[in-house]
C-alpha cells in the first residue's frame, strides 16, 4: 500500500512556473509506475503525466509537451511535475497517482488504484 500527497499548487501567472510534488510514503514506490492528472472544473480527470522510476520514461499529454516535465527524487521518494510557460487553461486540481507495473494505458485513470488528495492550481492570464 502506498500513500500519496501533493504539494506546490497555488496561483501562477501566464507565461510563470510552478513545481508540484508529490511524496510517496508505504514501500516499494521506487518500483511504481506514477503519473500526474488534472481535472478542471465541470471536465473530466485528464492524463498529464507519467514516469516509470526503474526505466526513467516519461510520458506527456499533447497538450503539456515541451512545456511540463517529471522529475524524480529517489531518496526523498517524491516525484515532480515541473510546469513552465503556464496557460490560464492548466488550471485544475492535480493529482498523483501510482500503480505497481506493468502498465498498458499510462492515461487511462483508471489503471491508478493509489492517488493523492489533490492540489489547487491556478493560473491567471
Known amino acids: 500500500q502506498v500513500e500519496l500527497a501533493e504539494s506546490g499548487g497555488g496561483w501562477g501567472q501566464a507565461g510563470g512556473s510552478l513545481t508540484l510534488s508529490c511524496v510517496a510514503s508505504?514501500?516499494?514506490?521506487?518500483?511504481?509506475?506514477a503519473a500526474w492528472f488534472r481535472q478542471a472544473p465541470g471536465k473530466e480527470r485528464e492524463f498529464v503525466a507519467a514516469?516509470?522510476?526503474?526505466?526513467?520514461?516519461?510520458y506527456y499529454a499533447d497538450s503539456v509537451k515541451g512545456r511540463f516535465t517529471v522529475s524524480k527524487d529517489i531518496a526523498k521518494n517524491t516525484l515532480y511535475l515541473h510546469m513552465n510557460n503556464l496557460k490560464p487553461e492548466d488550471t485544475a486540481v492535480y493529482y498523483c497517482?501510482?500503480?505497481?507495473?506493468?502498465?498498458?494505458?499510462?492515461?487511462?485513470?483508471?489503471?491508478?488504484?493509489?492517488w493523492g488528495q489533490g492540489i489547487q492550481v491556478t493560473v491567471s492570464s
Open positions: 508505504g514501500g516499494g514506490f521506487s518500483t511504481y509506475h
Open positions: 514516469f516509470t522510476w526503474v526505466e526513467g520514461s516519461r
Open positions: 497517482a501510482a500503480r505497481r507495473p506493468p502498465t498498458s494505458d499510462w492515461s487511462n485513470r483508471d489503471e491508478y488504484p493509489y
